[in-house]
């Protein structure tokens, strides 16, 4: 159904845990003693557990702290990356949510099933609303006092992110995702089951899953599973550079009831500025205009942003140390081109390196690192600075 695609596009803090599991391999282990005192369960078990997991209810608040290392970006987005499609209004979902990624943000959510959820963010004294109730997504910015509505199209099929129908069926059961799972395992990953835990007075067991290959940034995934539902409550991200996760999310409150009827109803405060959703196709025009206008936002110092100047990136390595490689067709353009915050920004982002492959910048955070020769040849992966200047290297 269209709603419910509509819907996934925005409102997922239950579901991203368990998709982040269906795609690393598999190492079983007995769960280790902790409190509470839980029935032993290896790994693939687990998995198999958040695969058959059917919860379709709940309610609570939901806690999310994101630190990438990056320097502060204040004064840099608002003139680098549009508002959201158009830059109509401050409630639309595809710039507001996008705030999740730095800091901390308490949520509230609800869900009833595939047809209706709802998420809340507060921010003191404010509050930003996002309701999908049937055929209807609204957005409520208490700030600024600004509605965004979305009637979902009729008859579509789902697609995905890019609009574009998923090439083969995910796996329908549980055995057959642990199997999807199991064939994807090899040298590069080790998951165990890491004790136990209590998450928002909850009994869960924690999967924990590591690279094994040397390189990556990522130090470890952990995903509180509840014992009772086996749905995801708790994710965390650790980079091996230490210090705060890079992701630490999940529920401080959660109950599994059926929300009352009324929690997603939505009517536009008098007042209010509302804008309506543009149609199928000009919203997909309005996404490609807003790629675009990113590129423009950072002075053009990523060539091809927006237009595909990139084209195919070139695959290098596997598992946790893959990196990709994209040729621009253009040589860097130097920072001092850009606009002064912007230039500052990536100054602070960046190092200069050299090797074999000739000489660039690598602009770093906790996770993703990006080099970029002065040639104008782009690699990006999850690993570290060394290592994703050692694989330019290798692939000159």
Do not use: C
């Not at 059917?54 to 680098?80: E, N, W």
């Not at 002075?299 to 927006?306: F, T």
Request: without cysteine.
């Amino acid at each position: 159904m269209a709603a419910e695609r509509k819907a996934s596009r925005y409102i997922v803090p239950v579901a991203v845990a368990g998709v982040a599991a269906a795609t690393i391999g598999l190492v079983p282990a007995l769960a280790a003693s902790g409190d509470p005192d839980l029935p032993e369960i290896t790994a693939q078990q687990l998995i198999e557990k958040i695969a058959a997991s059917d919860t379709q209810t709940l309610s609570g608040t939901f806690k999310i702290s994101t630190d990438l290392g990056l320097p502060s970006v204040a004064g840099l987005l608002p003139s680098a990356v549009p508002s959201g499609p158009g830059g109509s209004s401050t409630a639309d979902p595809s710039a507001k949510l996008a705030e999740l990624v730095s800091g901390s943000h308490t949520l509230r959510v609800a869900a009833d099933g595939p047809e209706r959820q709802k998420l809340t963010v507060l921010d003191g004294s404010d509050e930003y609303s996002l309701i999908h109730n049937g055929d209807d997504v609204w957005a409520y910015d208490s700030k600024s006092d600004e509605v965004f509505h979305e009637k979902a199209q009729k008859g579509e099929s789902p697609k995905g992110p890019h609009g574009k129908a998923p090439e083969k069926e995910l796996p329908g059961t549980p055995k057959q995702l642990a199997d999807e799972v199991l064939k994807a395992a090899g040298d590069t990953t080790s998951i165990t089951v890491g004790g136990t835990a209590k998450v928002a007075g909850r009994d869960a067991y924690q999967l924990v899953i590591k690279p094994k290959q040397s390189g990556s940034t990522v130090e470890s995934v952990k995903i509180a599973v509840d014992a009772s539902t086996g749905t995801p409550l708790k994710f965390t991200l650790d980079s091996v550079s230490g210090g705060k996760p890079v992701v630490d999310a999940g529920f401080t409150k959660v109950d599994f009831a059926k929300p009352a009827a009324d929690t997603f109803d939505f009517k536009a405060p008098k007042g209010a500025k509302v804008t309506e959703g543009a149609a199928d196709k000009a919203g997909k025009d309005a996404g490609k205009d807003a790629e675009d206008e990113f590129g423009k936002g950072f002075g053009g110092l990523l060539p091809g942003l927006g237009k595909g100047g990139a084209g195919e990136p070139q695959i290098i390595g596997e598992g946790w140390t893959t990196v990709a490689k994209l040729n621009t067709g253009a040589p860097a353009p130097k920072t001092d081109d850009a606009p002064k915050e912007v230039q500052g920004f990536l100054d602070a982002l960046g190092d200069k390196v050299s090797g074999k492959f000739g000489s660039g910048t690598v602009f770093k955070t906790k996770i993703v690192n990006v080099l970029m020769t002065d040639d104008g040849t782009v690699y990006v992966g999850a690993v570290t600075p060394d290592k994703l200047v050692a694989t330019a290297d290798s692939a000159k």
